[in-house]
């Protein structure tokens, strides 16, 4: 049994720690939604979806991560944009021998969270396919379960790096390790601006996007942009039709909304800078035109002007 805190334990982290518990670990969740506390306290924690339906209960569940102490993993699972709250928050559960995980969407957040945490212990993961939401306090649901890949962030010891990525694997997750964390990062962020931006502007499920032309049009070409300046970079995708994996993927979860969506939707400011808008940002350093996410950048942030 491993010692295990998800620092943001929303909709992703809930499915992390509901099947984690459910395999007998010893599972802290830390969330910033004090309804989603009461609510696990009160009756545990509810994951429905692709794993099953299951109720379990957690070691803990709380706003903060005082009392926790050191655990043997990790995982930070907040917003990109709350990744250095996050990370600084998380200081007092890292010892000598913890694994830290980040994985959020977009690029940035390992870089974030090195600045105040350890660089030989962190570890860096990329899940996709999973379409997870909460709908109701202490409730989280996922459509799928595709994606969960493992790289070094820093020199990890390989024991502590393989013990990290065992935890996942006995939890139910069909790990996948990356020698090339850079590779992996963006393989999954090809998909995120197709469907994230996308959603937010339309409203649209993922299942919806691929198959409205004029909504997919606009992801295409998204994706399109993010391959584009990924090959300037000097990122190796390893596929022969990016934008094949990308539709591929996103059929798999067709009633999935983007996290994107489901915080436009609950009012919420969502992660475009770090997705489409990390594109717009990137390809103007690199003179690659990206006029499409410029434009859906531009239209969610008119959007979430008027939260």
């Known amino acids: 049994m491993a010692k295990v805190a998800i620092v943001g334990c929303g909709a992703m982290g809930s499915v992390y720690a509901g099947l984690m518990a459910s395999a007998g670990h010893e599972v802290h969740g830390i969330t910033l939604w004090p309804d989603h506390v009461a609510a696990i306290r009160a009756k545990g924690l509810h994951v429905t979806g692709k794993s099953g339906d299951r109720t379990v209960a957690l070691a803990s569940v709380s706003t903060t991560t005082d009392g926790i102490g050191h655990c043997d993993l990790v995982i930070i699972s907040t917003k990109a944009f709350d990744v250095l709250a996050a990370a600084t928050a998380a200081l007092p559960l890292v010892g000598p021998r913890t694994v830290i995980q980040t994985i959020q969407n977009g690029v940035g957040s390992p870089e974030r969270a090195a600045q105040v945490l350890p660089v030989d212990q962190m570890v860096v993961g ?3 396919g999973y379409g997870a939401s909460v709908p109701e306090p202490g409730h989280a649901h996922h459509n799928g379960l595709e994606v969960t890949w493992f790289g070094k962030y820093g020199n990890v010891a390989n024991d502590l790096f393989e013990g990290a990525a065992d935890i996942w694997r006995g939890s139910g997750f069909d790990v996948k390790i990356h020698d090339d964390v850079k590779s992996m990062v963006w393989q999954k962020l090809i998909m995120n601006v197709a469907y994230s931006g ?7 499920t993922i299942g919806q996007i691929i198959d409205n032309p004029h909504a997919w049009s606009v992801a295409r070409a998204c994706s399109e942009e ?34 994107m ?5 609950a009012g919420r400011y969502g992660e475009i800078d770090a997705i489409n808008g990390a594109i717009s940002r990137l390809g103007a350093e690199l003179n690659v035109p990206t006029p499409v996410n410029d434009v859906v950048v531009a239209l969610v942030r008119a959007k979430e002007s008027l939260l």
């Open 261 to 265: 969506l489901l915080d436009s939707q």
């Open 226 to 259: 993010a391959v584009a300046v990924s090959k300037a970079m000097g990122v190796v995708l390893g596929f022969d039709d990016p934008i094949a994996h990308v539709k591929n993927l996103g059929g798999k979860i067709p009633n999935a909304k983007p996290s």
């Open 126 to 128: 990329v899940v996709g």
């Open 198 to 204: 996308t959603s937010c502007v339309t409203g649209l």
